[in-house]
């Protein structure tokens, strides 16, 4: 059930960062796509954002390098390329200028800098709760 809860929280912060950044981009550009297509094409970006990331932390169990502290830059380069071409598909923009190729990954990185500095959303907080329990318990039984 927490893998549940934690999953919709990650959708709704991903979504929202999303369809504010995709608005703003949209006002800078001056382009007339309506808003319900703009709302579904960040609702498919975030849900893809959120499995990504629901799968990075599955994996962090098996993979030791997604268990260091060099997880968030791995997740922040996989997420970078799946936005980049993500935004290439549906033609966010103009891609063959390298000026809003830059302002777009800074953009980016600032959001995701958000996500983890304010909400600081990684399951591993559960993980780390019930180790401590299974510790504290195991010290108990000795």
Not at 19 to 36: A, G, P, R, V, W
Not at 70 to 99: C, E, H, M, P, R
Request: aromatic letters at 24%.
């Amino acid at each position: 059930m927490s893998i549940i809860k934690f999953s919709l929280m990650l959708f709704s912060i991903i979504f929202t960062t999303t369809t504010l950044t995709y608005s703003i981009f949209n006002e800078f550009l001056n382009s007339d796509i309506s808003f319900f297509y703009a709302t579904l094409q960040s609702a498919g970006l975030s849900f893809i954002f959120t499995f990504c990331m629901l799968c990075l932390d599955f994996l962090s169990n098996y993979i030791k390098i997604l268990n260091t502290k060099f997880y968030v830059i791995i997740q922040y380069f996989i997420l970078l390329f799946i936005i980049t071409n993500y935004a290439k598909y549906f033609k966010w923009g103009d891609w063959n200028n390298s000026l809003y190729i830059l302002i777009f990954i800074i953009s980016f990185s600032f959001i995701y800098t958000f996500i983890y500095i304010v909400f600081d959303i990684r399951y591993k907080k559960e993980d780390e709760y019930l180790h401590k329990k299974l510790k504290s318990y195991q010290n108990k039984i000795r």
